[in-house]
């Protein structure tokens, strides 16, 4: 079956950081890889997305590429900020039909200013 | 703003009380989701609904009813709750299967 693997943290980072978190999956067939962004008391937001290999999703300073030699899917951004303090879940969409949105466990980010 | 609007926000209710969860959108999105999720988890999904026809139960208890009154809208119909289904609710919708979705909010119910 299809899975993603991301670690749980919290990862807390200094304002003005690199932030990386790891996303690896397993998949049948080309999936299509997300990050999703959840502040605290709010729903699911939509951060980026690839759908096909070595294309890299952007928004807000984040960035993602996928990776399909490393099945890997890794968000980065610059320079955090205070604000950027959230959950962040990868995912993914794969095989042939409907297949439903596999998460990763989500690693929450903690910045100090 | 979130584009997905789910009502209420917060619901506090007993084990023999009948509520609804709603949820709305006019982005018109042919397919809604509800998911459930728990403290520090990811969401998990609980029904698909396509074109206004549920596609998915993913071996929901029958004291959740899902309803899908037109193509904007997402009922889920709670009766006989147990604490265990304490959780934040979450809907969410995409214009077809497979395409990425947007969520709401969420309805933060616990069941006393």
């Known amino acids: 079956g299809n899975s993603v693997t991301q670690m749980e943290g919290p990862v807390t980072l200094s304002e003005e950081a690199f932030l990386t978190i790891n996303c690896t999956y397993t998949a049948t067939g080309y999936p299509s890889l997300f990050w999703y962004v959840q502040y605290p008391g709010e729903g699911l937001q939509l951060l980026l997305k690839?759908?096909?290999?070595?294309d890299k999703g952007s928004n807000k300073g984040f960035e993602a590429t996928y990776r399909k030699e490393t099945t890997s899917f890794h968000l980065e951004k610059g320079s955090v900020q205070v604000s950027d303090s959230a959950v962040y879940f990868c995912?993914?969409?794969?095989?042939?039909?409907?297949?439903?949105?596999?998460f990763g466990i989500g690693t929450k980010l903690q910045v100090i200013p | 703003d979130t584009e997905v609007t789910q009502t209420p926000k917060h619901l506090v209710m007993g084990m023999t009380n009948k509520k609804s969860l709603k949820c709305e959108q006019h982005?018109?999105?042919?397919?809604m989701y509800w998911y459930k999720q728990k403290a520090k988890k990811p969401p998990e999904l609980m029904f698909v609904?396509?074109?206004?026809?549920?596609?998915i139960n993913e071996s929901v208890p029958s004291r959740f009813s899902p309803e899908c009154p037109n193509s904007s809208l997402l009922n889920l119909h709670l009766h006989a709750l147990q604490p265990e289904d304490s959780a934040l609710y979450l809907c969410?919708?995409?214009?077809?299967?497979?395409?990425?979705?947007?969520f709401g909010d969420g309805t933060r119910l616990s069941i006393l």
């Open positions: 690839a759908t096909k290999a070595d």
């Open positions: 995912a993914l969409i794969a095989g042939g039909g409907y297949q439903k949105v596999t």
């Open positions: 982005m018109g999105h042919r397919a």
């Open positions: 609904y396509s074109y206004e026809k549920l596609s």
């Open positions: 969410a919708s995409s214009p077809e299967l497979k395409q990425p979705q947007h």
